[in-house]
């Protein structure tokens, strides 16, 4: 029987939703521990070509894969490319991933430290700085623990636009994470208007658009 776990893919997979994402993905450092699949990243482009958000937040930036493809989205319906990331930085190719988008986009952040000692004050500072942008999409990706998970999407609901949404990643997956599921849970009782999302594999997400 085949497992659900298929942590990698041939960046070759990708090359249908971008055309420059093969090469960016091997300009990036291997995935300590996977990546986005190519399913997951089709459906993520798609979703900011549509939406358009201005300004993105994600925690958890690993090697960039995701923070490419929503930087690429936005470069492709001609809106300026502007991502913050945050990370603690558990493995060291996240540094290396980080100063490699970060020479390439001049409006990627990357933020090192624990989310929940400074994804608060990175995204107020950044917002306060550049007051023509607004939170229209927000990521929570990095630590996996109930606590953390939590916190990122309260802080980045505080800040999200009305008609903004917030992608959870793996939430509800077949073989489940217990923080990400009851921070999940939690939010979407506290909160509505969230769907759930699962794909090929071990692969699920929950999608909020903030309605007031």
Request: aromatic share 12%; charged share 20%; proline share 4%.
């Amino acid at each position: 029987m085949s497992s659900l776990r298929q942590p990698f893919f041939d960046s070759e997979e990708y090359r249908h939703i971008d055309a420059r994402l093969p090469e960016v993905l091997k300009a990036l450092p291997q995935a300590p521990e996977g990546h986005i699949s190519p399913q997951q990243a089709e459906f993520l482009y798609a979703f900011i070509r549509m939406t358009k958000p201005t300004f993105i937040a994600e925690t958890g930036l690993c090697v960039g894969h995701s923070a490419m493809v929503m930087l690429l989205a936005q470069q492709s319906v001609g809106i300026d490319p502007c991502v913050m990331s945050v990370d603690s930085c558990q493995y060291s190719e996240t540094r290396t991933a980080a100063s490699w988008i970060g020479a390439h986009y001049e409006h990627f952040v990357f933020i090192e430290g624990d989310s929940k000692s400074v994804l608060q004050e990175a995204v107020n500072t950044y917002l306060r700085r550049r007051e023509n942008l607004t939170l229209g999409f927000g990521m929570i990706d990095g630590g996996h623990d109930e606590l953390t998970v939590a916190h990122d999407l309260r802080i980045l609901f505080s800040f999200l636009v009305h008609g903004g949404f917030l992608w959870l990643d793996d939430f509800e997956k077949l073989l489940p994470n217990s923080g990400v599921n009851i921070a999940g849970h939690d939010f979407s009782r506290k909160w509505g208007s969230c769907h759930r999302f699962r794909g090929s594999g071990n692969r699920g997400i929950m999608l909020y658009q903030k309605g007031f």
